[in-house]
């Protein structure tokens, strides 16, 4: 596991940002040869979102080669709402990028069968080649996606039920009327994730502290989902310093210690221009 | 090696070149420069379920929607506004061209509600060929960025609306010209002391208040859009039922009604007031007279009354302008009230049985000093409205596109950027000025074309 810590959120989305950049344009996509990423929604990845649509406008990077696979989607929620996560991702990335919209997969919450449909997105995600990023955030009860505590550690895509917590969390979005929040989610499971060839958790703020920290410094537990990619090969947490809040000064100076040149964090001043333009 | 990895640098001294810098770190490195991929434009294949029919994206504009001037890309097929959000997901659609508007704000395509003729055409003179006049018109005024009107005939015998009605129908704008939604009748039935600029030996009365008055005098309703009459004529509570069942507009106009009987009107269906203070009682504190419909609480639930605003600096004073604004913002329509010499040079000119006097931008009764119709035109009036009274771009493009709009019963396709709307646009630029004019998404005038 790797433990990247920036100063604040927007260095940690744009850190976050240029290493999605840097990964795609390493791959070379190409008609034959798709790059797929896995996509989450929520108020962690908005700072990232924005930053790839910079390097999309600026000439740096092109989504035409690559395909995108959501994590989640409400069940019985109309696309059109404006909270629908197929709502979030047309307004803060979708629309301002050149992805094929074929190429941009979001589970349908509206599916007439909802396990069928979750069986036909794990096709979809094989077909493609299985995913070569995934991008992820977590929750304040360190749930991936919508892996509820007490999730299993393998399972696949599936219908959710949504915790009481989630929510109650969530009702500020529909008018704090519980009653318009939906219940069930569908969710690509924590397994699913885990296929994944590479890992990059976005993790920012006091309040999801605790839940980093029973993530990276405790053992694998479903009542932590997010703890399953401790037994990842590549996995990348990306947090600013608010969430390391709950963690052990030794183990946030050890992985500060490693961080001697990295991309976003590195003054390239005295280097060629030229060069820094590449980071 | 890939970049984000670990590197270590030694650098023997501070006075190395930042070139050979750079060539060092290549050798130590050897970090492998990729090609940027370019971003090309969208030439994937068409997989378009709902429609082939090529689809046009806005980009790099301001839009008016929901009141507020958005930085969005607007989406067109088939003459409408498109959603492009069910065009991504539903049929995985993309746009087949783009135009660059280069900051420009898109507003909705104003709409104009009364203007009796322009560029040497007077709409209620009577000729063989009124639909040549009119179809000049409808052309010319696409400058000004009006791509639907009301073609307004004043006080005139039976014998020209007979001639005249019959040879213009409603129909949609395109490169030929701005779409006609249908007449303003602008009399007879009105009072004659407040005629203005209408001859008098043509104005009538209601005989017996029922379609047979109506009949009688305009010989047919086809094509009509909007009737302006003076309520304290009698019977004409009858009458404005008749026309409000036939879907046309009851506008008060050219009266000297009190606020009781434009009440009263009102809650027969009169829903305009044609160019407000001009043509009816002043203002009064014990009887505001038709003015007073602005505030009055005797309008029905759900209903507005509109009231149209000759904006051209002439007719009407500037703080009596942001009187009526600040009292009722969204009743507001900008009408030009437009005559023949609109786009003319200064001179003697005809407007239905009388003659005109244009002086600079007053046009005069010739030998008098009322004023008998404006030349102002349709972006003047928007770009006045805004400076005199100091509302929003969005509130002076509205009241020249969603409010007569609205006032019309066609907001749910015209007067807005909403989905499923007529790509009915005009592009201006921070000044407001016209740059392009489109209709049903198609360009039907440019700057400088």
């Not at chain 2, 002439?314 to 302008?321: C, E, Q, R, S």
């Not at chain 2, 009274?389 to 969603?402: I, P, R, W």
Request: proline letters at 4%.
């Amino acid at each position: 596991m790797r433990l990247v810590i920036l100063d604040d959120y927007e260095l940690a989305s744009e850190w976050a940002a240029k290493y999605i950049r840097n990964r795609i344009i390493q791959f070379s996509p190409s008609a034959d040869r798709f790059f797929t990423l896995g996509l989450p929604t929520g108020s962690t990845p908005y700072g990232c979102y924005q930053k790839l649509i910079e390097f999309h406008r600026s000439g740096d990077l092109s989504f035409k080669y690559v395909k995108t696979f959501n994590m989640d989607e409400y069940v019985g929620l109309p696309r059109a709402h404006p909270e629908s996560y197929h709502s979030y991702m047309w307004n803060n990335f979708f629309k301002h990028i050149d992805i094929d919209p074929a190429n941009a997969h979001i589970l349908d919450g509206n599916a007439k069968d909802l396990e069928a449909e979750c069986q036909a997105y794990e096709e979809k995600i094989s077909e493609a080649g299985g995913i070569q990023l995934f991008v992820g955030g977590i929750g304040p009860d360190g749930h991936i996606a919508f892996n509820e505590p007490g999730s299993s550690l393998v399972s696949r895509t599936r219908v959710k039920t949504l915790a009481k917590d989630t929510i109650v969390a969530n009702a500020r979005f529909f008018g704090n009327d519980l009653s318009k929040v939906p219940t069930m989610a569908l969710t690509v499971g924590v397994g699913t994730v885990m296929d994944a060839k590479e890992v990059l958790i976005l993790i920012t703020g006091a309040h999801k502290a605790f839940a980093l920290n029973k993530a990276i410094e405790e053992g694998v537990n479903h009542m932590w989902t997010v703890s399953a990619f401790q037994q990842h090969p590549r996995t990348i947490f990306v947090c600013d310093e608010d969430a390391t809040l709950e963690l052990r000064v030794k183990t946030v100076k050890y992985f500060k210690g490693t961080r001697v040149l990295e991309t976003a964090g590195f003054n390239w001043k005295w280097m060629n221009p030229i060069l820094a333009h590449l980071f | 090696m890939i970049s984000g990895d670990l590197i270590r640098f030694h650098f023997p001294t501070a006075k190395l070149r930042v070139q050979s810098l750079h060539l060092l770190v290549r050798g130590v490195c050897e970090l492998r420069f990729v090609s940027i991929l370019s971003l090309s434009e969208a030439n994937m294949p068409s997989n378009k379920s709902v429609s082939d029919a090529p689809i046009t994206q806005f980009n790099n504009c301001r839009i008016l929607r929901d009141h507020t001037l958005q930085r969005e890309d607007l989406w067109v097929r088939e003459g409408k506004i498109l959603d492009p959000e069910k065009l991504f997901f539903d049929e995985q659609g993309f746009a087949d061209r783009r135009v660059d508007c280069e900051g420009s704000i898109i507003a909705p395509g104003f709409i104009d509600v009364q203007i009796n003729g322009g560029y040497g055409v007077d709409f209620s003179q009577p000729s063989e060929d009124v639909s040549a006049g009119v179809s000049l018109v409808a052309k010319k005024i696409l400058e000004h960025g009006v791509t639907s009107f009301c073609p307004t005939l004043v006080t005139s015998p039976p014998a020209v609306y007979h001639k005249v009605l019959p040879q213009i129908k409603v129909q949609n704008g395109g490169r030929h010209g701005a779409g006609v939604l249908g007449f303003h009748l602008e009399g007879p039935f009105i009072s004659a002391e407040k005629k203005g600029a209408h001859p008098q030996q043509y104005l009538r009365t209601f005989q017996s208040g029922g379609l047979r008055d109506l009949m009688e005098a305009y010989g047919s309703l086809n094509n009509v859009s909007m009737v302006t009459l003076a309520p304290e004529l009698a019977y004409s509570q009858s009458v404005v039922r008749e026309l409000c069942q036939r879907g046309i507009t009851v506008s008060l106009g050219h009266s000297v009604a009190n606020l009781s009987q434009a009440e009263e009107a009102v809650q027969h269906g009169a829903s305009f007031i044609t160019h407000l203070f001009n043509a009816m009682l002043p203002f009064h504190h014990r009887d505001p007279g038709i003015v007073g419909l602005l505030t009055s609480d005797q309008i029905p639930a759900g209903r507005t009354v509109y009231y149209g605003m000759i904006a051209d600096g002439i007719h009407t004073n500037p703080a009596a302008l942001r009187i009526a604004h600040r009292a009722h913002p969204s009743g507001l329509v900008l009408v030009t009230d437009a005559i023949t010499a609109m786009g003319l040079p200064p001179g003697h000119h005809t407007l239905g049985q009388q003659v005109i006097e244009i002086q600079g931008l007053h046009a005069y009764v010739a030998g008098t000093k009322t004023l008998s119709g404006s030349i102002a035109t349709m972006d003047m009036c928007v770009r006045h409205f805004k400076q005199a009274s100091g509302c929003s771009v969005e509130e002076a493009l509205e009241a020249a596109s969603l409010h007569p709009a609205q006032l019309l019963s066609i907001s749910h396709k015209k007067g807005n950027l909403d989905y499923g709307s007529d790509a009915d646009l005009v592009l201006l630029d921070d000044d407001l000025i016209v740059r392009a004019t489109y209709i049903s998404g198609e360009e039907v005038w440019r700057k400088g074309s």
